[in-house]
């Protein structure tokens, strides 16, 4: 890993344009980011191959995109009004709040959560049990605070992540609406639909791309935690006896995606929950996490939520939300896998993994070595020669035709060896150059990205040949 890797990649994301400050020129909205001409085509790829991965290869599955306002009854139902809160103390020092797990390695929570801290908590909801503990952890504990290693922290609070707002012209309670904190609900609140309109078969599932948005109390690390964010989610649908062995399935199959997308093996891992870690709706969840430069950090849950969510959203709003099973004229609530994804973490991890510095004779190159698939452009065209008419007309024709099928970008502003660079450093597979001889022998050369090797290929084979090595999605 080269030294300082996180900031050179937000350096070359802003260089590059993949990603910008949200608001620059007001001196930037903290912990928000834009996605620039590189970073969404990166961001769109990721979703294309996730989309493609969990929907179209499979015979099981349906998209969906649900409206990011919803009823508030749903987030009363979901248990987000009650309980969807970071439990969170202030350092006496600096002023600075932060959450149990920024205080304490999951060793320890996992440690105090099994200690017996006294009392009758059998009445606690588990957010009261929470406060206890890091209460409790904080006493016997002592720890640091990351900011001024001041070892003194006000009492716990809980602290709600969902963003409020108002719908319509009044400001009353009756106005108060949420921005969606998980795309998952929009799932489970169309579930009769679903059922109404495709009548599928157990097991099936929801697959949704959509923003999420939280209050979170410290965001950071660039797009890895951030207050508005993307999330990749799948809701699937099972008999309660087949849910232990589906859960197995898509923690493996998720896994497998990163990795046929192109991350190392070693920089990810499956990390199952404890049993004190599980939040109260999940009988079991594993954890993706990615090797970032600041650390082992999840990409992705996968959990297995029983029936809690379709009993929850049954109960309040008063529908008969079971599954008739025609086989057997059995009626149930059938247990969801849901694996939850974020975009933005997914982002963030193929640019980390991608990244390469390499010593090329005297000169060190950076390369993105991006897969195929989610390089933001597949293949620049370059003139040798900018001066010679002929090579920039035929260079624009080649871009032109191949724009059609490819994306393909045309450069001349520069010398090759500049040109090569830039495009190394966006992670393009291809590039094409034209030179004086091209206009004889109508050969152009075609350059790979990571390998550097050159090869000439005819003009009227170009297409043919760039189509084959890459995979068009
Ligand atoms: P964390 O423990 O990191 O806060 P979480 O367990 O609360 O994450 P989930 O509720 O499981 O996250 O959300 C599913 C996915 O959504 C996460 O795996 C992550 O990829 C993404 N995600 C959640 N919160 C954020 C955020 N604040 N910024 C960016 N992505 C997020």
């Known amino acids: 890993m080269p030294e300082n890797l996180m900031e050179k990649i937000v350096s070359l994301c802003k260089r590059r344009g993949f990603i910008f400050q949200g608001s620059d020129i007001y001196g930037g909205l903290a912990n928000t980011w834009d996605y620039g001409p590189f970073g969404v085509e990166l961001k769109n790829n990721v979703k294309r191959a996730w989309w493609k991965a969990v929907v179209y290869e499979r015979n099981d599955m349906f998209g969906m995109d649900a409206a990011i306002l919803m009823h508030p009854k749903v987030w009363e139902a979901s248990g987000h009004v009650s309980s969807f809160a970071d439990i969170v103390a202030e350092c006496k020092g600096c002023h600075k709040r932060f959450r149990i797990e920024e205080l304490f390695s999951q060793e320890v929570i996992n440690q105090l959560n099994k200690k017996d801290i006294g009392g009758d908590t059998s009445a606690f909801t588990s957010l009261d049990k929470a406060i206890v503990v890091f209460n409790y952890g904080l006493r016997t504990e002592r720890p640091k605070c990351p900011e001024c290693k001041a070892q003194d922290f006000s009492q716990a609070a809980e602290f709600n992540l969902m963003f409020n707002t108002n719908q319509g012209l ?100 499956k990390r199952p929950h404890g049993k004190d870690e599980l939040a109260h709706y999940a009988k079991a969840c594993t954890d993706i996490e990615y090797n970032f430069p600041f650390g082992w950090s999840e990409l992705e849950g996968i959990a297995n939520r029983t029936d809690f969510d379709l009993k929850q959203h049954a109960k309040a709003s008063n529908k008969d939300l079971q599954f008739f099973d025609d086989a057997t004229k059995e009626r149930f609530l059938p247990y969801i896998i849901e694996p939850s994804g974020g975009v933005d973490r997914s982002v963030l991890a193929f640019l980390v993994d991608a990244y390469h510095e390499e010593q090329v004779r005297e000169e060190t190159r950076v390369v993105l070595k991006l897969h195929k698939d989610l390089a933001p452009i597949k293949v620049a065209v370059l003139p040798l020669l900018k001066k010679k008419t002929e090579i920039v007309e035929l260079a624009k024709k080649i871009t032109q035709d191949l724009k059609k099928s490819i994306v393909t970008v045309y450069d001349d502003t520069a010398a090759i060896g500049k040109l090569y660079r830039r495009q190394d450093e966006v992670g393009t597979p291809f590039c094409v150059t034209i030179d004086v001889q091209s206009l004889d022998d109508k050969q152009v050369t075609v350059r790979e990205r990571d390998s550097m090797a050159q090869e000439r290929i005819s003009i009227d084979r170009l297409k043919e040949y760039l189509n084959n090595k890459l995979t068009n999605i």
């Open 170 to 269: 009044t400001k009353d309670d009756k106005s108060l609406i949420y921005l969606r904190p998980e795309t998952a609900q929009g799932m489970f609140v169309n579930f009769l639909n679903i059922l109404d309109s495709r009548h599928p078969k157990l097991p099936f599932g929801l697959a949704q791309i959509g923003k999420a948005f939280r209050n979170e109390v410290t965001p950071g690390n660039f797009t890895f935690r951030t207050r508005e964010f993307e999330q990749m989610e799948i809701e699937y649908f099972v008999k309660p006896d087949d849910a232990d062995k589906k859960l197995e399935d898509w923690i493996n199959e998720r896994f497998s995606w990163y990795i046929n997308l192109g991350i190392s093996a070693e920089n990810l891992r």
